[in-house]
């Protein structure tokens, strides 16, 4: 029998005539860079305007670049930091029927030339202060027809457009084409740790859906009255969708482009009373050294308006979850990946349970549990379900209507990636994240490591995350970050590289004594080194892959560690 029930596709089209319609007065607030100053720190400027002006430009923009030839299907490129312009790019090119490509704006120019070349982008739209990158990129790609410069444009660059020039005589109202919502929308390259870099297409189902899944109260909340400033990028996984998800609901958006450090950060956050942020831990380190340094020096920041600061794309140490609370405020840990559009799972506590208890730390130091339309399992070695006893570890598989089930142009990464398991519902592909995670009763993961980075002691697994985040426990330690080194006997065994607080000391033997009452032996580093920084890739994580080739040839003193 068929259900009486309209079918409405589900289209960014109809999210942006919701946002014109029911909040128009919404705000955007961006904070973008005005020019350089004598030592050529970018000096911060606010622009401020409403929905109804974004949806308006955004119709200007959708105009521009069907009388430029952008067809359904096509490819237009962003290589641009989070503001006002590139928001109304997020809406213009879906609503064409194109693909926004949002390029991470920090990969190497030689990467960045491979997926415009295998992504075939035809338009590019490029922030002004980004624009240096042109000269190394343009030469090399032929399929971009048009290149669009983002604010005021800097330097004569032959053939670029700009952007306010560009969209200014073009009709503010726009006739959308029809659009399937299963058809592309927008489109992302994963960091890529081993070969080449990986397309993920997301559909504009997908993201309707993952913007309900964002804002529904198993995610994070986001309602009318919110302010949400997400610093994490909208040139990474789409800053976790929150450009489309955040004014869909009425709430205001604020965006930060350049200025992600702690002290720009607390000011913008104070001023424009942002009730919920989401970033990187490193962000986040960075925000709580502003806000202690300035209690120490009676300005204290008012940020009495923010709900939650959600940490995501690696593990929130226990140690920072429990500084923030010392300053009344909220992290809520949350796990995703490009792959998974990027919403898999938050750490919400289960009722009952205070968020400053010992349970409530142990939970909130989690990834946590899937909302709603999605799944995980943790699967061993031969596919089997592994206890969910919160200990045993296994590979973490994901299926949903926002998890991605192949890569674009790559059948074999789009074959390796997916897994068959037997479940209720039958015989059904899981999408294998490549982490490896605990499960426990109540449903909880707890990433431990990505496959590639695990310590293989003696064939026994270590998880490395674990000991970073204990070592940043301690007072003296500002980052952390484990690898596996080569050892004669047991294979692998984990190097600890360590960068103190300034100012502060430790030797090994107090960090050793650090860690010994909460693991095993035979997990504890067999040595520390003391670096003066950790490299932080694209992405805001430790880039272990750097790490371990620095330490390739590192000889452990002692030869058989385990005990
Ligand atoms: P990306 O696709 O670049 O966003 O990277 C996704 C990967 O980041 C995941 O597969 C995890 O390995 C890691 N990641 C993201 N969030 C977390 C988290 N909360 N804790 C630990 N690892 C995380």
Known sequence: MRSTMMDVPLTLPYVLERVQRYFPHGTVTSLLAAGMDAEGRPIPAKHRYTYADMARRAKQL???LVEAGVRPGDRVATIATNSYRHLEAYFAIPCVGAVLHTVNIRLHPEQIVYIVNHAGDKVLLIDNVLARLLPAIL???????KVVIMGPVPQQIPGALDYDTWISGQPDTFTYPEIDERAAAGMCYTSGTTGNPKGVVYSHRSIVLHNLGMTHPSGFMIAEGDTVLPVVPMFHVMAWGMPWAVPMVGANSVFASVFSDGPNL?????????????????IWMGLLAEIERAREAGEPYDLSGLRELVVGGSAAPEALIRAFDRHGLRIVHAWGMTETSPFGTVSRLP???PHDSDEGYRVRAKQGRVPPLVDVRVIDDENRDVPSDGRSMGRLVIRGNWISGGYYGDETA??????????????????????IATIDEAGYISIQDRAKDLV???GE?????????????HPAVAQAAVIAVPHPKWDERPLAVVVLREGAQA????????LEPRFARWWLPDAYEFVESIPIGSTGKFMKRELRDRFRDYRLESADSPA
Do not use: Y
């Open 62 to 64: 959708a105009n521009a």
């Open 139 to 145: 030469p090399h790609c032929p399929t971009l027809e």
């Open 266 to 282: 607390a000011r913008l956050l104070a001023e424009e009373k942002v009730t919920v942020t989401a970033g990187v831990p490193t």
């Open 351 to 353: 009722a009952g349970v």
């Open 414 to 435: 789009s074959r390796n990636s997916l897994v068959e398991l037997r479940g209720p519902f039958g015989t059904e592909q899981w999408f294998d994240t490549g982490d």
């Open 456 to 458: 293989k002691s003696g």
């Open 461 to 473: 697994w270590i998880s490395s995350v674990d000991l970073e985040n204990a070592l940043m426990g």
């Open 507 to 514: 030797t090994p033997e107090d960090l050793r004594a650090h």
